[in-house]
């Protein structure tokens, strides 16, 4: 149960890619999706999982030796509230990108909070080391583009685990990739070869990952296929934020009748 | 006219008891239909829940032992763990099964404690229940944290088994815990060319590796 930090925790070593995925739990209504059913998903839809599974590993070898000590190390030597201050910087940086995607879904309420709370913090809050927004009751929400297509119903593709990016399936990976257009620093530094854009990177990987220390730990020590897991807590995470945190009960599952004696076929789309 | 005295005073007792008879069959009914028994439940069960994980002067196996026995009573923990098996329900012979039975419920304890541990003195409140068709009903919660953290919303599916409500699935901020642990389940089957005993292998590990994480766990507190 103490999922919540665990589904926060995920997204981040496996996905640097985009902050605040897991925080989208907000439960305002949205239009319903009907993205690829993780739950009604008997096959994995992972045709590379072999590869997958190499990356995987290749990135748990990287973490191990690198992104875990620095994160650790960050959590010991700067205070919380730098470390807050630090995250707020960075969202507020990524508010244009929320912004354009929030407008995209037509979500109008959303993209009207994501641009207060830039126009906020980015003064009231200096230069967004300060969330005083969410004090004012305008919570933060992440957007990317891969969730903008699970609205228009693209389906997420068989099941993609790069190096360094982690869980990117095309919809997501595609979505990482335009979600660079939208965002008005990549214009700055466009001709640059400033180390700009790829601090702020690590920056992000290594803050994220120091706020899921305990998390990732716990989910490598509780689960019988490390991969496995990480592969549908990935999937389950898209599908809740794309519907930004509305439940559909209707598309579960029937269990009425499931149990070990039951004389069912044996094929697995049958029972599921 | 003994007899009589008698009748008039069971009927004078019988009309009350007979009212409250309808009444509380009329509860019984509205009840079900709108899910109250289902909240009133979860409730009880959160309840419990809490008061396991809030008694920090009990020692793991204490905990846990007070757990197993929460989930035994409230959790329909055969059809979670057929569930788990996806297509390969059929496959394990029957000492397999009831060796597969042993490790899920020892599995599920140690991870739960462990994950429930970081817990403490929160409150579930509970937003609203409903039916989803005849056996099966949906109890929307969430846990509320006393200290300013954001709250976190955790659904129950329950599912009705004679007559008394179970929990079948919950759900913590869009994931569905019996669904990532099939989705595991399978894959490690999968892995090994349909060996069920992988599976059971697997689990015995990772049994021994929550122990040995609580060592560590509490190593490091001290």
């Given at each position: 149960?103490?999922?919540?930090?665990?589904?926060?925790?995920?997204a981040?070593?496996f996905?640097?890619t985009?902050p605040?995925?897991?925080?989208?739990?907000?439960e305002?209504p949205?239009?319903?999706t009907?993205?690829?059913d993780?739950?009604?998903d008997?096959?994995?839809?992972?045709?590379?999982?072999?590869?997958n599974?190499?990356?995987?590993?290749?990135?748990?070898?990287f973490d191990?030796i690198?992104l875990k000590?620095?994160?650790?190390w960050y959590d010991?030597?700067?205070?919380e509230?730098?470390r807050?201050?630090i995250?707020n910087f960075?969202d507020n940086?990524?508010s244009p990108?929320?912004?354009?995607n929030?407008l995209l879904q037509?979500e109008?309420?959303?993209?009207g909070?994501?641009?207060?709370?830039f126009?906020?913090?980015t003064?009231?809050g200096?230069?967004g080391?300060?969330?005083p927004?969410?004090d004012w009751?305008m919570?933060q929400h992440s957007e990317d583009f891969?969730q903008t297509?699970g609205?228009?119903?693209v389906?997420?593709g068989?099941?993609?685990?790069?190096?360094v990016l982690?869980?990117a399936p095309?919809r997501d990976?595609?979505?990482?990739v335009v979600d660079?257009?939208?965002?008005?620093?990549?214009y700055?530094?466009?001709?640059d070869?400033s180390d700009?854009?790829?601090?702020?990177?690590a920056?992000?990987?290594?803050?994220q990952r120091a706020?899921?220390?305990d998390?990732?730990d716990?989910?490598e020590?509780t689960s019988?296929?490390?991969?496995?897991?990480?592969r549908n807590?990935?999937?389950?995470?898209r599908?809740?934020?794309?519907?930004n945190?509305k439940?559909d009960?209707d598309d579960l599952p029937?269990?009425?009748n499931?149990?070990?004696?039951?004389?069912?076929?044996?094929s697995?789309?049958?029972?599921? | 006219?003994?007899?009589?005295?008698?009748?008039?005073?069971?009927?004078?007792?019988?009309a009350?008891?007979?009212?409250?008879?309808?009444l509380m069959?009329g509860?019984?009914?509205?009840?079900?239909?709108?899910g109250?028994?289902a909240r009133?439940f979860?409730d009880?069960?959160?309840?419990r829940a809490i008061s396991?994980i809030s008694?920090?002067?009990?020692s793991?196996?204490?905990m846990?032992?007070?757990?197993?026995?929460?989930l035994?009573?409230?959790a329909?923990?055969?059809?979670?763990?057929?569930?788990?098996?996806?297509?390969?329900?059929?496959?394990?012979t029957?000492?397999?099964?009831?060796?597969?039975?042993?490790?899920v419920?020892?599995?599920i304890?140690?991870?739960?404690?462990?994950?429930?541990a970081d817990?403490?003195?929160?409150k579930?409140?509970?937003?609203?229940?409903k039916?989803?068709g005849?056996k099966q009903?949906i109890?929307r919660?969430e846990i509320?944290f006393?200290?300013?953290?954001e709250?976190v919303s955790?659904?129950?599916?329950?599912v009705?088994d004679g007559?008394?409500?179970k929990?079948f699935d919950?759900?913590?901020v869009?994931?569905w815990?019996?669904?990532?642990?099939?989705?595991?389940f399978?894959s490690?089957?999968?892995n090994n060319g349909?060996d069920?005993?992988?599976?059971?292998?697997?689990?015995?590990?990772?049994?021994?590796?929550?122990?040995a994480?609580e060592?560590?766990?509490?190593s490091?507190?001290?």
């Amino acid at each position: 149960m103490a999922g919540i930090a665990l589904v926060a925790a995920l997204a981040l070593t496996f996905a640097l890619t985009a902050p605040h995925r897991a925080m989208a739990a907000d439960e305002e209504p949205a239009m319903a999706t009907s993205d690829t059913d993780a739950y009604n998903d008997s096959g994995e839809n992972d045709p590379l999982e072999p590869m997958n599974r190499y990356f995987f590993e290749l990135n748990k070898f990287f973490d191990t030796i690198l992104l875990k000590p620095v994160a650790t190390w960050y959590d010991g030597v700067v205070p919380e509230p730098g470390r807050n201050g630090i995250r707020n910087f960075l969202d507020n940086l990524r508010s244009p990108v929320i912004l354009a995607n929030d407008l995209l879904q037509g979500e109008w309420d959303r993209a009207g909070t994501t641009a207060s709370r830039f126009g906020i913090n980015t003064t009231v809050g200096l230069l967004g080391l300060f969330d005083p927004a969410a004090d004012w009751g305008m919570p933060q929400h992440s957007e990317d583009f891969g969730q903008t297509l699970g609205t228009y119903d693209v389906a997420e593709g068989p099941y993609l685990f790069l190096p360094v990016l982690g869980p990117a399936p095309p919809r997501d990976l595609t979505g990482f990739v335009v979600d660079q257009f939208f965002d008005p620093l990549t214009y700055i530094y466009w001709d640059d070869s400033s180390d700009v854009p790829l601090i702020r990177f690590a920056v992000n990987g290594i803050d994220q990952r120091a706020r899921s220390l305990d998390t990732l730990d716990q989910i490598e020590r509780t689960s019988v296929d490390h991969y496995a897991t990480v592969r549908n807590l990935y999937r389950q995470i898209r599908k809740n934020e794309i519907a930004n945190g509305k439940r559909d009960f209707d598309d579960l599952p029937d269990i009425d009748n499931l149990n070990f004696d039951t004389n069912e076929t044996d094929s697995p789309s049958a029972s599921f | 006219m003994i007899t009589t005295l008698t009748t008039h005073r069971s009927r004078w007792f019988l009309a009350p008891l007979a009212l409250c008879m309808a009444l509380m069959t009329g509860i019984a009914q509205t009840s079900a239909s709108t899910g109250d028994d289902a909240r009133s439940f979860v409730d009880d069960v959160s309840e419990r829940a809490i008061s396991i994980i809030s008694e920090k002067s009990a020692s793991k196996a204490e905990m846990e032992a007070e757990f197993a026995r929460l989930l035994d009573e409230t959790a329909d923990m055969d059809r979670i763990a057929a569930f788990a098996l996806g297509q390969y329900l059929r496959t394990p012979t029957p000492e397999q099964k009831s060796e597969y039975l042993k490790l899920v419920r020892e599995f599920i304890v140690k991870v739960y404690v462990t994950r429930l541990a970081d817990y403490n003195d929160e409150k579930l409140d509970i937003l609203s229940a409903k039916m989803k068709g005849d056996k099966q009903a949906i109890v929307r919660s969430e846990i509320k944290f006393t200290n300013g953290r954001e709250p976190v919303s955790v659904d129950w599916w329950l599912v009705k088994d004679g007559g008394d409500y179970k929990i079948f699935d919950v759900n913590v901020v869009g994931v569905w815990l019996a669904q990532e642990q099939r989705s595991t389940f399978t894959s490690v089957i999968r892995n090994n060319g349909g060996d069920f005993n992988a599976l059971l292998s697997h689990l015995r590990k990772q049994i021994g590796k929550a122990e040995a994480g609580e060592i560590s766990d509490i190593s490091a507190a001290n």
